[in-house]
């Protein structure tokens, strides 16, 4: 298990964030049987929800953008090997922080 897996794993919503939904336990288990489970692309949100996210609805979002400085020629020195390695361990940092306040990558 990688690290994103782990804080994904251990920062899981027992109930859906926007309605509710029992996510785990007995209650999930039963949704779970009907189709209704965790959202393969958010899992802090059942998948109906999920879908109306996806569907266009208004929603408040914050986003994160994010300038590699110099990345050019960080590129020519490190070559492809190491700046890939450079930039999948930013990322993964990265990732981690978003995943912990229940957001989205």
Known sequence: ?????????????????????????????L?????????????????????HIEDGKIVEVSILFVDLCSFTSITHELGPEKTHSLVHSFLNTRTEAVIKHDGVV
């Open 1 to 29: 298990m990688n690290s994103k897996e782990k804080i994904i794993n251990s920062r899981l919503s027992e109930d859906c964030l926007i309605c509710g939904t029992f996510l785990t336990g007995f209650g999930g288990f």
């Open 31 to 51: 949704l779970g049987l009907t189709g209704l489970k965790r959202s393969s692309v958010n899992p802090n949100v059942c998948n109906r929800c999920n879908m």
